[in-house]
């Protein structure tokens, strides 16, 4: 019996990587158009050009793989987000980083990721017992956007009359909805951003449109009563 070399043994696994990455893919894709009633292992194995018993080499259930699709989708948004944020200057406003979280947000959902796609059209269909990893992904990722809210709470910048926990669950809640409205066909990716950075900006912020933040004094913060736990 022939023996197999390193060089071959690694080759055979990049190859099985490569395949379980095609599925995922072809998951997502599927997941992101026919929801989770509607998505088929026949139709996974079509878009990724493979025979439907071969799925069953890399996940062991319909479920698992569609597991592993919403997971990533939720590891995707929140790193993607995360990257943006990181390469900012240090000096940027609390209110252009949030902006600058919007942008990337629609960027990935709307533009690169099936799986982002995915996750914010099915995370209200899947059963409970398949989102532990997903859920565990997207109280990072709301915490992210706490942080960004909370950062232009203190320096004064927020409204005084928004409540801060409401303000960002309709923030993250509207720019989801987009994936379920837009068509590139008849609104551009760019006006859906530039739209949704000034409604947010001139909804969020104690300085009037028609005034430049830095002639502006930050209103002094008024304590809010803290939600019930």
């Given at each position: ?18 395949t ?11 997941l992101?158009?026919k ?19 071969a ?5 062991g ?13 939720a590891?995707?948004?929140?790193r ?19 902006c ?31 989102r532990?990893r ?18 232009l ?12 926990r409401?303000a960002h669950?309709?923030?993250?809640g ?8 837009w068509?590139?066909k008849?609104?551009?990716?760019e006006?859906?951003?530039?739209t ?7 909804g969020?912020?104690?300085t ?12 002094p ?9």
């Amino acid at each position: 019996m022939p023996v197999k070399t390193t060089a071959s043994a690694s080759e055979e696994s990049s190859k099985a990587a490569r395949t379980r990455e095609r599925i995922l893919d072809a998951a997502a894709h599927v997941l992101s158009r026919k929801g989770y009633s509607g998505t088929r292992l026949g139709d996974i194995a079509d878009q990724a050009q493979l025979q439907a018993p071969a799925i069953y080499y890399y996940f062991g259930s319909r479920e698992e793989l569609i597991e592993e699709v919403m997971w990533t989708g939720a590891q995707r948004v929140r790193r993607h987000v995360r990257q943006v944020l990181d390469t900012l200057p240090p000096d940027t406003t609390p209110m252009d980083r949030i902006c600058a979280a919007v942008e990337a947000h629609l960027h990935v959902e709307l533009e690169l990721s099936d799986f982002a796609t995915a996750l914010i059209r099915n995370s209200g269909q899947i059963p409970e017992d398949l989102r532990t990893r997903q859920l565990a992904e997207e109280a990072e990722y709301s915490k992210l956007w706490r942080d960004l809210f909370r950062d232009l709470d203190n320096t004064g910048q927020l409204r005084p009359d928004l409540d801060l926990r409401v303000a960002h669950l309709l923030v993250v809640g509207a720019l989801n909805w987009a994936a379920e409205w837009w068509n590139p066909k008849r609104d551009t990716f760019e006006a859906v951003v530039r739209t949704a950075q000034s409604l947010i900006r001139h909804g969020l912020s104690t300085t009037p449109p028609d005034q430049p933040a830095e002639e502006t004094t930050p209103r002094p913060r008024r304590r809010r009563p803290r939600p019930a736990p």
